[in-house]
C-alpha cells in the first residue's frame, strides 16, 4: 500500500498530493498539473517541502521527523517518459548495470536471461540505445527495470514517446507483462483509454491537486466536476442547473427530475446516446469513421447544441432517431 | 638553441590542465545545483579572470602570493614559493585557463539529459559511480572541448605568468615570455622560431581531439 500525502510549491501552483493506493494505480490530467513530479516524489527524486510518504508501512520520506531516503535505498522502480537509457552502454549493459545488487555470477546470468526472455529484448543486447526503435528502447528500460527488483514500479507516461500504431501493440504487451510481475505499480499518463486499459484506481489531477479519486470506471463514469470530466474525456459536456427540483437541460431540450440541489452542467459517454427508433429525430453533422468505429456529431431536433455519438463501424446514416436515455446522464456538480 | 622553455612551457601547460581539470568539472557540478542567485554570482566572480587582462589576473596573484604578502610569506616559511618560480608559472596559468575549463563544463552539464542520472539513482546505483560512469562519459564533449582550451590557453599565456614570475633564462622562461624578449632584443629569428614551435604543438593537440571526438562518434 503506497501512502503519498505531501505539498511541494512552484512559482504557478502548489502541488498537494494525497494518495492512498495498491495495485494497479493510474494519474491523469494535463500537461504541467504535477503528475510526473508527484512519481519523482515518491520515488526520492524530487523532495517534497513537506508531507509523508510509504510504502508497505516502510517510510520513505517525512518532513516532520526528517526523513529522506534517497532514491536508491527505497526500491522503487521509475520508467522514465524517454526511458533514460545509459547511452554509452549496449542493452546487455544497461541490464547488467541494475543487477550489481546480485553478487552471485551464476545467479546474475540467470536473472538477465529470464528478464530478457520475458521482454523479448534478446535480439538488440548488442545495440546501443541510439540504434533501438522506441518499443525496443522501451522494453530494454523495462528490463533493466525488473532485474533490479523493486517492489513498486512507476511509469512516466512510457507510451507517449511510440508511434500511434505501435501503441495498442504494445499496451497489451504491458498488460501481460505487468499480469506475470504481479507488482503495484502508478502509471502517469494523459489519455483516458490508457488510464482505463492499465488501472484499477484512477487519480484526476489538475492545477497541482486531486479533483477526483476513486475506481477507473466510476471515475470515468461519474467525474462530478466539469473539469475532471474533460479531463477523463467526455466529449458531450452541457451547461445545465436545478430550478424546482427539475434539472434543466437547455443545450439538449430535455428536463429531468433530480434529486441534487444544483448542478453545473451534464455529461453523457458518446458510447450511451443509442440510435433508436424511440429516440427524437437528429442529423448527422460529422462523421469520423475509423477502424474501431464510427463516430458521429448529430444535432437533435428541438436541441441547440450538438452530441457525439457512438455508432458501429461502416455506419452511413445521414439522420435518424437519437435517445439519450436519463439514467446515462452525469451530473457535474463543480467547476 | 636552449629548449629550456619549450619544456618549462609543457610542463606548466600539463600541469595546470590537470589542475584546472579536476577544479573546472568540480565547480561546474556544484554550481548546478547551487540556487540562481548564489550562481550568478559565483559564476562572476570564477569568470573573472576570462575577462579581465592577464595582467590584472597576475597583479592579484601578486597581492596573494606576493613575498612580503601574509600568504606568500606564509608559504615561503613553509618553503613553497610561487613568485620567479616555474610553479608560480603553474599557478598563473591555472587561473587564466580556468574559466575556459569551468564554463565549457557547466555547458555540458547544463545540457545533459538528468532523466538519465536519476534513472540510475533508482537502480540503486551510488553517486560516485553515476559521476564517472554516466554523467562524465555524457558531457565528454563538452569536457574534452574545455580541456583543450584551457591547454591551449595555458601553453599560450603571457600576461599573468610574466607578471608573477618574470623572465629567467633556464628557470622561469616559457615559450610566449622567450619569444616577447627574443622579439624586444632584436632577434626575430629566433622569436619566430619560437612561435612556429607554439603553433605546431597547439595544432597537434587539436588535431589529436579531433580524430578522438571522431573515432568515439564512429562507435
Redesign the interface.
Known amino acids: 500500500m503506497l501512502k503519498a500525502i505531501f505539498k511541494k510549491k512552484f512559482s504557478s501552483y502548489t502541488l498537494s498530493v494525497d494518495l492512498s493506493c495498491s495495485g494497479r494505480t493510474a494519474l491523469i490530467g494535463p500537461s504541467g498539473c504535477g503528475k510526473s513530479v508527484t512519481l519523482?516524489c515518491i520515488?526520492?527524486?524530487m523532495r517534497p517541502d513537506e508531507g509523508h510518504i510509504e510504502y508497505n508501512g516502510q517510510v520513505l520520506y517525512d518532513s516532520a521527523s526528517h526523513i529522506d531516503l534517497?532514491?536508491?535505498?527505497?526500491?522503487?522502480?521509475?520508467l522514465?517518459q524517454?526511458y533514460?537509457?545509459?547511452?554509452?552502454m549496449s542493452v546487455r549493459e544497461n541490464i547488467m548495470?541494475?543487477l550489481?545488487?546480485q553478487k552471485d555470477k551464476a545467479d546474475r546470468g540467470r536473472i538477465f536471461n529470464e528478464v530478457v526472455d520475458m521482454v523479448q529484448i534478446g535480439h538488440v543486447l548488442d545495440s546501443?540505445p541510439g540504434r533501438l526503435s522506441g518499443g525496443e528502447a522501451q522494453r530494454a528500460?523495462l528490463a533493466?527495470?525488473i532485474v533490479?527488483q523493486?517492489s513498486l514500479m512507476l511509469f512516466d507516461e512510457p507510451f507517449s514517446a511510440l508511434d500511434v500504431y505501435l501503441r495498442s501493440t504494445l499496451q497489451a504487451q504491458f498488460i501481460q507483462l505487468m499480469e506475470r510481475l504481479d507488482k503495484d505499480h502508478v502509471i502517469v499518463t494523459h489519455s483516458m483509454d490508457e488510464a482505463c486499459a492499465l488501472s484499477d484506481r484512477l487519480y484526476i489531477l489538475d492545477q497541482g491537486r486531486v479533483l477526483r479519486e476513486g475506481g477507473t470506471r466510476d471515475v470515468f463514469q461519474d467525474p462530478l466536476s466539469i473539469k475532471a470530466a474533460e479531463i477523463a474525456g467526455q466529449r458531450n459536456i452541457t451547461a445545465a442547473r436545478v430550478e424546482d427540483g427539475m434539472l434543466q437541460v437547455p443545450g439538449w431540450d430535455m428536463v429531468l427530475p433530480c434529486t441534487r440541489n444544483s448542478a453545473l452542467a451534464v455529461a453523457i459517454a458518446p458510447d450511451d446516446v443509442l440510435i433508436d427508433e424511440c429516440g427524437r429525430p437528429g442529423r448527422v453533422l460529422r462523421r469520423i469513421g475509423t477502424p474501431s468505429g464510427t463516430s458521429l456529431l448529430v444535432l437533435i431536433n428541438g436541441t441547440s447544441q450538438a452530441i457525439w455519438v457512438s455508432a458501429p463501424s461502416g455506419c452511413d446514416i445521414t439522420q435518424g432517431r437519437f435517445l439519450i436515455p436519463r439514467s446515462a446522464i452525469k451530473v457535474l456538480t463543480c467547476p | 638553441m636552449d629548449l629550456f622553455p619549450l619544456w618549462n612551457s609543457l610542463r606548466i601547460a600539463v600541469l595546470s590542465s590537470i589542475i584546472v581539470f579536476f577544479l573546472g568539472i568540480g565547480a561546474a557540478y556544484l554550481a548546478r545545483r547551487l540556487p540562481r542567485t548564489v550562481k550568478g554570482v559565483l559564476d562572476v566572480i570564477l569568470t573573472l579572470p576570462l575577462v579581465l587582462p592577464p595582467t590584472v589576473t597576475g597583479y592579484f596573484l601578486l597581492m596573494f602570493l606576493g613575498l612580503k604578502r601574509p600568504l606568500g610569506a606564509f608559504l615561503a616559511e613553509h618553503g613553497i614559493r610561487f613568485v620567479m618560480t616555474w610553479q608560480g608559472g603553474v599557478i598563473a596559468a591555472s587561473a587564466v585557463a580556468f574559466p575556459l575549463m569551468y564554463r565549457t563544463a557547466r555547458g555540458a552539464f547544463e545540457a545533459f539529459n538528468w532523466d538519465i542520472a536519476d534513472a540510475a539513482r533508482t537502480l540503486g546505483r551510488r553517486n560516485s559511480w553515476i559521476f564517472w560512469r554516466i554523467t562524465i562519459p555524457g558531457c565528454r564533449s563538452g569536457i574534452i572541448a574545455g580541456a583543450v582550451l584551457a591547454f591551449a590557453r595555458a601553453l599560450g599565456e603571457y600576461g599573468a605568468t610574466s607578471m608573477l614570475i618574470g623572465y629567467t633564462p633556464g628557470r622561469t622562461a616559457t615559450i610566449s615570455t622567450t619569444v616577447y624578449q627574443l622579439w624586444r632584443t632584436g632577434d626575430d629569428m629566433g622569436a619566430f622560431i619560437w612561435v612556429m614551435i607554439n603553433l605546431a604543438i597547439s595544432a597537434a593537440v587539436l588535431l589529436a581531439v579531433n580524430m578522438l571526438e571522431r573515432k568515439q562518434g564512429g562507435r
Open positions: 519523482k520515488a526520492g527524486i534517497p532514491p536508491r535505498k527505497r526500491k522503487i522502480g521509475y522514465f524517454n533514460a537509457l545509459f547511452p554509452d548495470s541494475a550489481h545488487w546501443k528500460a533493466r527495470m533490479n523493486p
